[in-house]
T-cell receptor
Framework: GQQLNQSPQSMFIQEGEDVSMNCTSSSIFNTWLWYKQEPGEGPVLLIALYKAGELTSNGRLTAQFGITRKDSFLNISASIPSDVGIYFC????????????FGTGTSLTVIP | NAGVMQNPRHLVRRRGQEARLRCSPMKGHSHVYWYRQLPEEGLKFMVYLQKENIIDESGMPKERFSAEFPKEGPSILRIQQVVRGDSAAYFCASARQGWTGELFFGEGSRLTVL
């Protein structure tokens, strides 16, 4: 299957700091999605991106679809304790129909 | 407006038994995906179904695993003769016809094989 490299693997930050994480693929993607998962729960969709270069915000979260169509970025501004969780990127390759592939996740810990 | 519903949330089976996991997609959604997640790992694609059709099962083991999405009722992921390595969280996601490219997940079914 497709390989999605997500980094960093984990982050420990102080409350109020900004956070950046990214996801890269070995091939071109049509769609990028960003999810947050909390312990014992299913992933919750945060942001969906459909066009190369697209920049979309959802509150303090901003995500971008890379212009090469092989990467995506998620930024969280002014982090708060409830931002704690695992963030996953997911992408839909242009050559495999409707299947989505997921990154390995970025674990975020916010220290009050 | 219920989201994706999965049951059971937790299931314990002994080796050799069968596990059946059910998923009711969101109202109006006709695409269902099953993913498997091991502790501390990401989600691994297993199978993609539309009503009465398996579209892509490339991520599903060839033996002991099967999935269906009948015309009426929930999608079912069936694992026969479970082994300890099948212990994982199994997530279902759905998307609507007319494809917006967005997947919505259920809360998962956690299978423990003793």
């Amino acid at each position: 299957g497709q390989q999605l490299n997500q980094s960093p693997q984990s982050m420990f930050i102080q409350e109020g700091e900004d956070v950046s994480m990214n996801c890269t693929s070995s091939s071109i993607f049509n769609t990028w999605l960003w999810y947050k998962q909390e312990p014992g729960e299913g992933p919750v969709l945060l942001i969906a991106l459909y066009k190369a270069g697209e920049l979309t915000s959802n509150g303090r979260l901003t995500a971008q679809f890379g212009i090469t169509r092989k990467d995506s970025f998620l930024n969280i501004s002014a982090s708060i304790p409830s931002d704690v969780g695992i963030y996953f990127c997911a992408g839909q390759p242009s050559n495999t129909g409707n299947q989505f592939y997921f990154g390995t996740g970025t674990s975020l810990t916010v220290i009050p | 407006n219920a989201g994706v519903m999965q049951n059971p949330r937790h299931l314990v089976r002994r080796r050799g038994q069968e596990a059946r996991l059910r998923c009711s997609p969101m109202k109006g959604h006709s695409h269902v995906y099953w993913y498997r997640q091991l502790p501390e790992e990401g989600l691994k694609f297993m199978v993609y179904l539309q009503k009465e059709n398996i579209i892509d099962e490339s991520g599903m083991p060839k033996e002991r695993f099967s999935a269906e999405f009948p015309k009426e009722g929930p999608s079912i992921l069936r694992i026969q003769q479970v082994v300890r390595g099948d212990s994982a969280a199994y997530f279902c996601a759905s998307a609507r016809q007319g494809w917006t490219g967005e997947l919505f997940f259920g809360e998962g079914s956690r299978l423990t094989v003793l």
